[in-house]
């Protein structure tokens, strides 16, 4: 009983040693496609052990990038917060990525902003429909 159970681990351990080395980044990308060139993001991402701090996209600049791996156990979660406007006064908080029960490797997950809300483009598909819509704070 021993010797199955040692062979059961040692296969496991070596099917999970080639899965890892054959798994590529995942990366979360926000892209800044406002109307106004002027009008500049502010991003905020984090998961559950990774804080990115706090980023400014302009709309000349290149998508903001984010790449990670897939936590098998307990699950990998990205939560985003992106605000704009003069006083960063529109805002929209998301969970822009939640693993599945299956490990994902190498996928491109892009969320868009444009001037009516985020859009989301998923390996390099053009966007569909909106996804969020912008919401306004009023500053006191």
Same mark, same amino acid.
């Given at each position: 009983?021993? *010797? +199955?159970?040692?062979? +059961? ?6 099917? $999970? /040693?080639?899965?890892? $080395?054959?798994?590529r980044d995942n990366?979360?990308? *926000? ?25 400014? *996209? !302009?709309?000349?600049?290149? $998508?903001?990038? *984010? ?5 098998? +156990?307990? /699950?990998?979660?990205w939560d985003c ?13 998301? %969970? $822009?990525?939640?693993? /599945?029960?299956? %490990? %994902? ?16 483009? !998923?390996?390099?598909?053009?966007? /569909? ?6 919401? !306004?704070? !009023?500053?006191?």
């Amino acid at each position: 009983m021993n *010797i +199955f159970f040692f062979v +059961f681990l040692l296969i496991v351990s070596l099917f $999970a /040693g080639l899965n890892e $080395a054959r798994c590529r980044d995942n990366v979360l990308a *926000i892209q800044n496609s406002l109307a106004s060139s002027h009008d500049t993001l502010q991003v905020h991402c984090k998961s559950r052990n990774n804080d990115q701090g706090v980023h400014f *996209i !302009k709309c000349s600049d290149h $998508a903001y990038r *984010i790449m990670f791996v897939d936590d098998i +156990f307990p /699950g990998t979660e990205w939560d985003c917060q992106i605000q704009h406007g003069p006083k960063m006064e529109y805002v929209i908080i998301f %969970r $822009a990525y939640r693993s /599945g029960s299956v %490990r %994902r490797c190498g996928q491109l997950y892009t969320w868009i902003a444009k001037d009516d809300g985020i859009y989301f483009s !998923k390996n390099d598909k053009p966007e /569909g429909k909106i996804i969020f819509n912008w919401i !306004k704070y !009023k500053s006191s």
